[in-house]
């Protein structure tokens, strides 16, 4: 399979305590991007990488969260102390990051804190 | 920042009918604008997209068209068929590397 991956796709959490994500993207895609989805939602925007540098962040994305992609590859999302509210699912989607940015997701973390 | 409505949020078609989604945004900078299917517990799928340079496309069933002026794009399915049952998304993206901006999704039930 050559498509974005993430693991794991199920995690249940009790509330305070940390969490992390990692995502694959597809091999030579530059861009990586982190969403979350909400029942009945659309995604929404978290944060981007170009290779390694973390270009933008949402006001979503609060103190507790933290990305990284550290060789330009996979990368990590981590939540600290994590909260109810943070029951979602957590999208990654890579692209090429060239004129074309089509952007392929990963089938998601799902994230349930009790 | 940009601002993404979709419209209607749930949508019931008889097989072989079509079936319209529409988006409106509020950028004009805007200049990409995906279209993704989710099916029940699986990814967003590309299905189609459009850029700010054409204003319309086709891949067999499936269209989309963009009004630049009015700010709004639409996804059109023709001979609707049960595997069309969905939650679709449109997205729009401005210009640079600004991050895409997602509609709240339309469920499209397609009925046999």
């Known amino acids: 399979d050559t498509g974005v991956s993430q693991d794991p796709r199920h995690k249940i959490t009790k509330r305070g305590q940390n969490v992390t994500f990692r995502c694959d993207p597809i091999s030579e895609h530059n861009r990586l991007y982190w969403y979350r989805q909400t029942l009945g939602q659309g995604p929404e925007f978290l944060t981007y990488?170009?290779?390694?540098?973390?270009?933008?962040k949402s006001r979503l994305l609060s103190d507790r969260f933290s990305a990284e992609r550290p060789k330009g590859s996979f990368s990590t999302l981590e939540i600290q102390r994590t909260e109810q509210g943070d029951s979602a699912m957590y999208l990654c989607?890579?692209?090429?990051?060239?004129?074309?940015?089509?952007?392929?997701f990963g089938p998601g973390t799902r994230l349930t804190v009790l | 920042g940009e601002n993404v409505e979709q419209h209607p949020s749930t949508l019931s078609v008889q097989e072989g009918d079509s079936a319209v989604i529409k988006c409106t945004y509020s950028?004009?900078?805007?200049?990409?604008f995906p279209w993704y299917k989710q099916e029940l517990g699986k990814r967003p799928q590309l299905i189609i997209d459009?850029?700010?340079?054409?204003g319309e496309k086709k891949d067999q069933r499936i269209a989309v068209t963009l009004n630049k002026t009015a700010k709004h794009f639409s996804l059109h399915i023709t001979e609707t068929q049960p595997e069309d049952s969905a939650v679709y998304f449109c997205?729009?993206?401005?210009?640079?590397?600004?991050?895409?901006?997602f509609g709240k999704g339309t469920r499209l039930s397609v009925i046999a």
């Open positions: 990488f170009q290779n390694e540098a973390q270009l933008e």
């Open positions: 989607a890579s692209s090429l990051g060239l004129h074309t940015d089509t952007q392929y």
């Open positions: 950028d004009s900078a805007s200049n990409y």
């Open positions: 997205a729009a993206r401005g210009r640079g590397n600004t991050p895409l901006v």
């Open positions: 459009i850029r700010s340079n054409v």
